[in-house]
């Protein structure tokens, strides 16, 4: 079924499906508007106008915009601006030397402190789960984002079925460590292989998904194939790719971000535009394809959805 976002609620008129739907860049562009402009235009046209604010809505599948009336970015966008420092640390080359990376066969092994442990090929989880679309905004804590349409299923279900025990508060993630296929890891000033973590409630919310797909096709390798994290309320280096493992733990797992640069990227990472990162503002952001930029979103929008998860905590501390 589909997410009824808490947040923001868009009039289902102003969705069409994807095949008759007119983006505002295609309106603009039809409109003889050159590209510039247009960007600017979109950047800053105002939000939609905020319907009865019922408290939930459902976006269809195959819309083409997020749930406050933002264009999706394109399939070309999305899969030429990529952080993947397993390959480089160069966005728009990843594309190109993650061409040849092979994802098949794949396997995830889910572990640590569960009653139900095992080892789950791509054929069992798509078997097993089946994926459903969500478009979500990806905010990426250098103050850039998407917005991208996901093809995946909730996390929650994979950790319900290996059955967590009492124990289990976290959730640890790692990439795959192949140094033959993944040569930015050669670069050794980096803690490989990529690790990431989730407190058990976050990993348990509706919006954690685990991605296989986006624009209803596989995931692309520079996006993370065959299966990534995708944590929409957070920044994006919690959305880790190629994930070979997942374990349930007891203590608040090492991140390679946190492990880094402890004081600039925190565990929780939450998209937070009052709190800044030590060499810069998080208050804007460029959304890719525009000019200018735009205000940032408490939790990146989806702050009805998310904010009881931190009742009670202080954000500049826990950031
Ligand atoms: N996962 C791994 N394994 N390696 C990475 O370098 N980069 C992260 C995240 N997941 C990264 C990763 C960062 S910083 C961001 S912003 C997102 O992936 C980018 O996802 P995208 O390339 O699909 O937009």
Redesign the pocket.
């Known amino acids: 079924m589909a997410y009824k976002f808490k947040s923001k609620p868009i009039d289902p008129s102003e969705v069409t499906p994807e095949d008759v739907y007119l983006s505002r860049r295609d309106i603009l562009k039809a409109m003889g508007i050159v590209t510039a402009s247009a960007a600017l235009l979109a950047a800053c046209a105002p939000d939609l106008p905020d319907t009865a604010n019922s408290g939930a809505v459902d976006l269809p599948a195959g819309a083409s915009v997020d749930e406050f009336g933002d264009p999706l970015n394109t399939y070309e966008e ?1 899969t030429n ?6 390959f480089t640390v160069d ?1 728009q080359g ?1 594309a190109r030397l993650a061409a040849d990376f092979n994802p098949e066969p794949w396997s995830v092994e889910v572990s640590g402190l569960v009653n139900n442990p095992g080892t789950y090929t791509m054929d069992d989880l798509l078997g097993k789960f089946p994926t459903e679309e969500r478009i979500y905004r ?1 905010r ?3 103050a850039w984002s ?1 917005v ?1 349409p996901w093809e995946g299923f909730e996390l929650g279900k994979l950790l319900n079925q290996v059955e967590p025990t009492a124990e289990a508060k976290y959730v640890r993630f790692e ?1 795959l460590m192949d140094v033959d296929r993944m040569p ?1 890891q050669k670069q050794r000033f980096y803690p490989w ?2 690790q ?1 973590g989730l407190r058990m409630d976050e990993a348990m919310h509706p919006l954690t998904i685990l991605a296989t797909g986006l624009y209803g096709k596989p995931m692309p390798n ?3 194939a065959p299966i ?2 995708v944590v929409p309320w957070k ?8 994930i070979t493992k997942i374990e349930l733990v007891a203590e608040e797992p090492e991140t ?2 946190s492990t880094i640069a402890p004081n600039e990227y925190g565990f929780y990472a939450n998209v937070n535009p009052n709190v800044d990162h030590p060499r810069w503002s998080q208050a804007t952001e460029r959304r890719i394809g525009e000019i200018g930029r735009r205000a940032s979103r408490m939790f990146n929008g989806y702050e009805e959805d998310v904010a009881y998860l931190y009742e009670g905590m202080d954000l500049r501390v826990n950031y």
């Open positions: 999305i601006y990529n952080n993947y420092y397993e966005k990843v990806l990426c804590v250098e998407m991208i990439t930015g292989p990529y990431e520079q996006n993370g990534r994290l920044y994006g280096f919690k959305s880790i790719k190629a390679m971000w």
